[in-house]
Nanobody, 115 residues
Framework: QVQLVESGGGLVQPGGSLRLSCAASGSIFSIYAMGWYRQAPGKQRELVAAITSGGSTNYADSVKGRFTISRDNAKNTVYLQMNSLKPEDTAVYYC?????????WGQGTQVTVSS
């Protein structure tokens, strides 16, 4: 059993910053990749950013240059630093982990960018 606990969401003004965290616990071994997806109302869930155990990263074009993903392998934790936030970044953000070819999801954390 694997649990993903997310934190760091909230309300922020346009141009502001937030940092999301996701800690994996339970039967953890050989995590391949960790990342973040988001889903806005009426839209499909989309990849925001991902990072492999080796440190390779992948970002959605819409967040490149504004968001930075990082991970602490010793703590099984992934972070998403979000800067220069825009109203269109408003969504529920989900932590995602791939371990032994199985996908695990967090419960989601709301990010709202509004003045």
């Amino acid at each position: 059993q694997v649990q993903l606990v997310e934190s760091g969401g909230g309300l922020v003004q346009p141009g502001g910053s937030l940092r999301l965290s996701c800690a994996a616990s339970g039967s953890i071994f050989s995590i391949y990749a960790m990342g973040w997806y988001r889903q806005a109302p009426g839209k499909q869930r989309e990849l925001v950013a991902a990072i492999t155990s080796g440190g390779s990263t992948n970002y959605a074009d819409s967040v490149k240059g504004r968001f930075t993903i990082s991970r602490d392998n010793a703590k099984n934790t992934v972070y998403l630093q979000m800067n220069s936030l825009k109203p269109e970044d408003t969504a529920v953000y989900y932590c995602h982990v791939i371990m032994s070819s199985v996908n695990y999801w967090g419960q989601g954390t709301q990010v709202t960018v509004s003045s």
